[in-house]
Every structure is written in C-alpha cells, then in structure tokens.
C-alpha cells in the first residue's frame, strides 16, 4: 500500500523560512516524479513543484519560482519542499503527491498545514 | 497560463440521477507528443483529493465504470451515472500538458 506521510508544517512569520517532508512507502520510490501540491483554506487546488524521478530536474510556477526549492534523497525515500521569504498567501495545506506513468497524482498525503501570518 | 473553465460551479444532485461537469480550457491541451493531458480529481469532505481519470478518458486503478471521461482539444466533460453517496464532494480537472500545470476551480457534487 502507497503511503505518503508529509511533517514540517506550522505557523511562521511572514518572510521566514520552512521545510516540508514527506516520507514515501508502499512502491518504489526512485521510479516515480513526485510533486507538491497546496491547497488554501477554502479553495482550489494549485501545483506548486515537481522533480523528476531521479532528481536531475525540478518544476515551478511563477508564485514560487526563487522562493521554493523541491528536492529528494532517493535512498531515504523522502521527499522535500524548502519554503522562503514565506508570504501571507503561502498559507495552505500542501500535499505530497505521487506521479504515475502518465498522470500528475496517482496518491496524495494527507497534507500537512502551513499558516503564515506574525 | 492555461485557464480551466468547470460548470456548473454546484450541481446538485438526487442519488441514482446523472451528473455531468463540463471542463473548457483556454487553449487546446494537445501536446506536441499527440497526448492529452487532462485529468479529473475528486475531494470528498475532509479527505484529500483522489484521481479519478487521466489523458480525458483513462480510468485510474479502482475507480467505477460509472465514471465516464470524453472531450478533445478544448473541451472535456465528466459523466458520473447512478450518482452514489460517496460520489459527493468536490471535482477538479486538471491540465499537465502546458506549463505551468493548472487546476479548474472545482465542481461541488452535492444533494438536491
């Protein structure tokens, strides 16, 4: 069974920095694109990251691109969203999010919530 | 960036009845690869979303044949028949072949 199991999340202050995790079982993980997804509180879905599956190449939108870095550690089975210069905007439940062979999210986490406000 | 238009923005619905979501985009989502890649999500309440189909028509793994994904190009609809009770909640589609990727604003399956 598929799990993805995302840590890391919390209130910061606007402008301050935070890291997301998620911890992959059930598959091979090595074998798969991952991604970040985020969800504003009462919203819709938005596609903030995504990495290859070996690594070698990384995904983002404009409203992140330069602020946040996706990346993974292949032989820990986890992945990760380094957050910056965090805004009042950012502040949404982020999903880790599994690639399959021809779809964005085959399997997503059960989100880990991020709240940015002084 | 893409825009991904879905209507109606509510649908309700009785159970047993169809529900159709209609999902237009703003340019056509044809890759240079000849895919397409245009997927539909549900979120039921309180849980995160789940795929329900990928490239317009393709059922993910476990989902029912009551789900029904058509369209081309620009225009895509979902088809749910025989609406059960774990049907409700929130449908997205969503669009991977242009960066950057987009989401539809969501369609709430809810009861009449």
């Known amino acids: 069974e598929v799990q993805l199991v995302e840590t890391g999340g919390g209130l910061v202050q606007p402008g301050r920095s935070l890291k997301l995790s998620c911890v992959a079982s059930?598959?091979?993980?090595?074998?798969?694109?991952m991604s970040w997804t985020r969800q504003a509180p009462g919203k819709g879905l938005e596609w903030v990251a995504s990495?290859?599956?070996?690594?070698?190449?990384?995904y983002y939108p404009d409203s992140v691109k330069g602020r946040f870095t996706i990346s993974r550690d292949n032989a820990q089975n986890t992945l990760y969203l380094q957050m910056n210069s965090l805004r009042s905007e950012d502040t949404a439940t982020y999903y880790c999010?599994?690639?399959?062979?021809?779809?964005?999210?085959?399997?997503w986490g059960q989100g880990v919530m991020v709240t940015v406000s002084s | 960036d893409v825009v991904l238009t879905q209507t109606p923005v509510a649908q309700p619905v009785t159970l047993g009845d169809q529900a159709s979501i209609s999902c237009r985009s703003s340019?056509?989502?044809?890759?240079?690869?000849?895919?397409?890649?245009l997927e539909w999500y549900l979120q039921k309440p309180g849980q995160s979303p789940q795929l329900l189909i990928y490239k317009v028509s393709n059922r993910f793994s476990g989902v029912p044949d009551r789900f029904i994904g058509s369209g081309s190009g620009s225009d895509f609809t979902l088809k749910i028949s025989r609406v059960e009770p774990e049907d409700l909640g929130v449908y997205y589609c969503?669009?991977?072949?242009?960066?950057?990727?987009?989401f539809g604003a969501g369609t709430k399956l809810e009861l009449k």
């Open positions: 059930g598959f091979t993980f090595n074998n798969y694109w």
């Open positions: 990495i290859t599956n070996s690594g070698g190449s990384t």
């Open positions: 969503f669009q991977a072949t242009h960066d950057p990727y987009t």
């Open positions: 340019q056509s989502l044809v890759h240079s690869n000849g895919n397409t890649y």
């Open positions: 999010t599994r690639g399959g062979l021809a779809s964005y999210g085959d399997d």
